[in-house]
């Protein structure tokens, strides 16, 4: 078991806390090489924020799921994402925890 699939309540509540809309994981977490020393790929797609909240709201967010699954996370945003092949990627392998 991955440490998101034994911490999916705590996620939740972050998510809804942070405005969150919708959180995927991707990477080796979602495969048999995940190991003791891998970080853990995130996307994130927040709710409308006020832009001078958006900086607070994403790193709380980021260490936040750190201290709950004890590992690195790398979270990018979903608007972030301009590469097309890495998109389409990640879009055939990402597996949502939290959202629509």
């Known amino acids: 078991?991955?440490?998101i699939e034994s911490h999916t309540t705590d996620i939740t509540k972050l998510c809804k806390t942070h405005n969150v809309k919708s959180?995927?994981?991707f990477g080796s977490v979602l495969t048999d090489k995940f190991n003791t020393e891998s970080d853990i790929d995130l996307?994130?797609?927040f709710q409308p924020l006020d832009v001078?909240?958006?900086v607070d709201n994403y790193y709380d967010l980021k260490f936040s799921l750190e201290t709950i699954l004890k590992r690195e996370i790398d979270l990018l945003e979903e608007k972030a994402i301009k590469n097309?092949?890495?998109r389409k990627t990640i879009n055939q392998n990402k597996q949502l925890?939290?959202?629509q």
């Open 1 to 3: 078991m991955n440490p």
């Open 23 to 25: 959180l995927y994981a």
């Open 43 to 45: 996307i994130v797609e």
């Open 52 to 54: 001078l909240d958006y």
């Open 84 to 86: 097309p092949y890495f």
């Open 97 to 99: 925890i939290y959202g």
